[in-house]
């Protein structure tokens, strides 16, 4: 199972479209994305320090010019070994995501850039730039 930072996922389900519900018995929690009533799966992805100052004007950007910039964005190329590291939450549907992009420093992944939440055709268009 993937590590999930928990920071991240506090900031999602703190969102007003977020809802977390329980199943097997209440043992079990996960959040759901309201509008389509989708669950949301944590994922992450390495890229190369080729990408590195690419990424990080890229998350450098409101939400908005975010947005507008994958719109015009290729699917950048993940590595085995990358030192840069795009974490997020995403609808199984695609209609909701959140990101955000750590670099490897030292001995650990430290959080280089602000969460970035998208819905409808922004979040679509994340889940094809990062392949999520």
């Keep these: 199972m993937e590590n999930q930072p928990q920071g991240l996922k506090e900031i999602v389900a703190q969102q007003p479209y977020i809802t977390c519900k329980s199943s097997f018995f209440g043992l079990f929690h996960h959040l759901v994305y309201a509008p389509t009533d989708s669950r949301l799966e944590y994922k992450n992805r390495l890229y190369a320090p080729v990408v590195r100052e690419q990424l990080k004007e890229l998350f450098s950007l409101t939400d908005e010019a975010f947005a507008k ?19 997020c939450y995403c609808s199984k549907d695609r209609a909701f995501v959140a990101l955000c992009l750590k670099q490897f420093t030292q001995i650990d992944y430290v959080q280089v850039s602000e969460v970035h939440i998208l819905q409808g055709d922004a979040a679509q268009q994340a889940a094809k730039v990062f392949d999520l």
Excluded: F, I, P, S
């Design 69 to 87: 910039r994958l719109a015009k964005t290729n699917r950048y190329e993940q590595a085995v070994n990358g030192n840069m590291l795009v974490e």
